[in-house]
DNA sequence: GTCTATAGGATGATAGAC
DNA sequence: GTCTATCATCCTATAGAC
């Protein structure tokens, strides 16, 4: 246990308090209560309440690129591919769960540059999802259907993960995996 | 086309701004301005922020009540009736598409009785389909997975339809039933 | 039904002492 | 690195004129 920075303090408070209200409904008061200290204490290790949203989300956002990039230039099937994408998603959820739903609810309040960035990174990531589903279909391993529809209900079942790991007494993550790849793929019936 | 009462005229513009930024970063002055008047006018028409947020919320979540009374009094296999909360599940998105990001992400922001009411339907609602599921299970119709990620992949791919049905230039709707029950049963590959 | 004026409090952020 | 004190602004909501 290296001691955290105070930065880094202040970031995982935070996301603890977002999770909970929503960034608009924490007030810098309220993060520096939960630390024990005053609020004007807090700008002695970061420049205002906006870094602390961009630092929190940007940070998240950029190991999703990364774990899509490594899919994406990896040799195998589209359903392969698949399989990896859910894994590695599996994986960010599990160690970042506290910073997810400020990427989920919260990134609209993030400020020119950074609102820029986040959208672009998760518009790629999404259009990388939809190319190895349309591959997949093309190679006949993903059955024709809405390329739309598959897209959409994979993806929304990943990144509502964080509701429900916590919820069920944070499942094994390896029996998760192989349910998850398992439902989504083969369905239930 | 009846004209609108003035209660419901700010319950409407409200959902639309609640849905860009969230309901704490809304204020009664920004609805007021989208409708043309000034904040203190809108307390004429009702008692205040809060009666706004719980009248969105509410009215939908017994939308979502009730048809999950009419599936579950109803007769038929429980993929049926799984293919029919899918089903009622379109049609309340479509219908209500504006008011479900404060369904979603802005209940936590009711207080003390509307907020009861609103966990105990939502509550009982993901118990209804938990019970549809394992007695779909029992009955050898679903695969024996771990119910709780089949009821998660299913109820998230239902909650987050809003995101997806404006962006995607409204989809007809029986193409979507279809392909969502397609998709949602008997998986991709 | 809408307005102006305003109360009463919370908010993000800064200055300067220790 | 934390504190107290404070500023300027915004917030929900009310009172009372028209």
């Known amino acids: 246990m290296k001691p955290a920075s105070r930065k880094t303090e202040i970031i995982t408070t935070a996301s603890r308090l977002f999770k909970e209200k929503g960034y608009n409904a924490v007030s810098m008061r309220d993060i520096a209560q939960a630390m024990g200290i005053k609020a004007s204490s807090l700008y002695n290790h970061i420049s205002g309440k906006q870094e602390i949203l961009s630092t929190l989300i940007l940070t998240v956002a950029r190991e999703f690129t990364n774990g899509m990039e490594q899919v994406v230039s990896s040799k195998g099937t589209s359903v392969e591919k698949i399989e990896k994408i859910i894994e590695f998603h599996i994986d960010i959820t599990v160690t970042y769960s506290e910073a ?4 989920n609810n919260d990134w609209m309040h993030l400020k020119e540059d950074d609102l820029q960035q986040f959208v672009n990174m998760r518009d790629d990531y999404e259009q990388n999802v939809r190319i190895v589903i349309k591959e997949g279909i093309k190679a006949n391993e993903i059955e024709a259907r809405h390329p739309e529809v598959i897209l959409f209900s994979i993806l ?22 192989r349910d998850m790849v398992s439902v989504l793929l083969q369905g239930i019936v």
């Open 156 to 177: 929304s079942t990943l990144r509502t993960l964080y509701l429900w790991y916590e919820k069920r007494g944070k499942l094994d993550v390896n029996v998760l995996k």
């Open 100 to 103: 997810l739903p400020a990427l």
